[in-house]
């Protein structure tokens, strides 16, 4: 490794150990009033706390309204009534018991059962409840969840809407349990698909929100029915294009992620008379500017390229996280149970590794405007991604994928050394032994 690079990137690095250093990570957020925060795994639990403890500061010395997250609108929603001192949960545990879905630690652990408590304690000192910050998900898997949400409002607001809705959604209601089977049947010729049925629901209910816009604002409840109609387009179009291809599918996700944050800046914004002030939590792999990496090369993009492309320069910043080793949540299987897993020290061709020697155990560096020396490396570095899988034992062809991460953030926080997410529910494989430093290899 380049003696004379690791010695710029120590000179660079801002270590992380007091409320100064995140002064100085303010700083260069500046006026953005979309910050994304990402992770490199779905299951470490300093990502968490250190994303609260921005998110937290974005909060109260920057005003922000929301906390948008890689989650499902319905269940996001659920959580958001209760910081916001609506609906009936009691806690932030039963608010959050909307998670049942694979993979449920990403939500339903002690880092965000602490977040969403203090939300609602904030909340309590905000006099206006138009101006309470939300809690809020960009994602599109609950097809069921969001037709049924859709026809239950109208069936209260609108009884001969509610009739149309009903009519509409029953072209996918019976696949809305299992819609993977919905996209196999469309694939194969089995079964006419729903597009035109669903889309027909979303343009009555946005031209009813065009209606309501001129007339004054459009009420919070019809908004979250409007997005729900949204999800079911959305999550429609997904499952057919499931079966075409990852980067198809990859494509639709993070552009109704995009869709859905402009949708809420909007709403917010008719409230606060500006634009709103969002911070968003997703995965690196969603946030860090896909043309910056070889899934860019080969056609997808992603959410972090999208708000670069859509909004003034400075009005974003994008902060991914990365980990050296450690351990993590995850399972070894689609659906399977939460594991705590070890993390394999990262590759010496990695921008892990590469973060790794310089030797502190958790930093900021600081890359829009700054002139790092990261843009001084000789070729592509590889970046690690652990999802809600991890396979140590295929690492570099399952995690791991070429990328310049300094075209990629505006900042990256490194921790050398992270722990594994504690998931409420914990399942057998789940446990609090810290595997051997050595597996898998055994050397």
Not at 276 to 302: F, K, P
Request: proline share 5%; with cysteine.
């Amino acid at each position: 490794m380049d003696k004379s690079l690791i010695a710029a990137l120590q000179r660079e690095a801002r270590p992380l150990e007091t409320a100064e250093d995140f002064d100085f990570l303010l700083d260069c957020i500046g006026s953005a009033s979309i910050v994304l925060l990402g992770e490199a795994t779905h299951g470490t639990r300093e990502f968490y706390r250190l994303r609260a403890a921005i998110s937290k500061r974005l909060i109260v010395d920057k005003g922000f309204d929301a906390i948008a997250v890689e989650a499902d609108w319905p269940d996001a929603l659920r959580v958001s009534r209760y910081v916001q001192h609506m609906g009936d949960d009691m806690s932030a545990d039963q608010a959050l018991s909307g998670f049942k879905r694979f993979p449920q630690w990403m939500w339903r652990n002690h880092e965000i059962v602490d977040l969403v408590s203090w939300l609602r304690v904030h909340n309590q000192h905000v006099a206006s409840p138009a101006r309470r910050c939300g809690f809020y998900g960009l994602d599109l898997y609950s097809l069921e969840q969001s037709m049924h949400a859709v026809i239950a409002y109208l069936d209260q607001a609108d009884p001969e809407a509610a009739a149309r809705a009903r009519e509409r959604y029953s072209c996918i209601d019976h696949f809305a349990q299992d819609p993977q089977r919905y996209g196999y049947a469309i694939s194969f010729g089995m079964k006419p698909h729903c597009e035109e049925e669903v889309l027909r629901q979303l343009v009555e209910m946005n031209r009813k929100a065009s209606e309501l816009l001129r007339t004054g604002m459009v009420p919070d409840e019809f908004f979250y029915a409007q997005q729900n109609a949204r999800v079911t387009r959305n999550a429609e179009v997904y499952y057919r294009a499931m079966f075409k291809g990852r980067d198809e599918s990859w494509n639709v996700r993070d552009s109704h992620m995009a869709e859905t944050l402009q949708a809420l800046r909007e709403h917010i914004g008719q409230s606060t008379g500006r634009p709103a002030r969002i911070v968003v939590w997703a995965h690196n792999s969603h946030l860090g500017d896909a043309r910056a990496t070889e899934m860019g090369a080969h056609g997808q993009l992603n959410l972090g390229q999208l708000v670069r492309e859509r909004y003034r320069p400075g009005e974003s910043f994008l902060l991914g996280f990365t980990t050296h080793a450690g351990s993590v949540t995850a399972a070894s299987e689609w659906d399977g149970p939460a594991e705590l897993k070890p993390i394999v020290q990262s590759r010496p061709d990695s921008v892990e590794y590469l973060l790794h020697q310089v030797g502190m155990p958790a930093f900021l560096l600081p890359l829009r405007g700054h002139d790092s020396a990261l843009a001084r490396v000789d070729g592509r570095l590889l970046e690690r991604a652990i999802g809600v899988i991890y396979r140590p034992e295929t690492e570099r062809m399952s995690h791991y994928f070429h990328a310049d991460p300094e075209r990629q953030f505006d900042a990256l926080i490194h921790v050398d050394r992270t722990t594994a997410l504690t998931p409420l529910e914990r399942s057998a494989p789940w446990h609090h032994d810290e595997p051997a430093e050595t597996y898998p290899s055994g050397l």
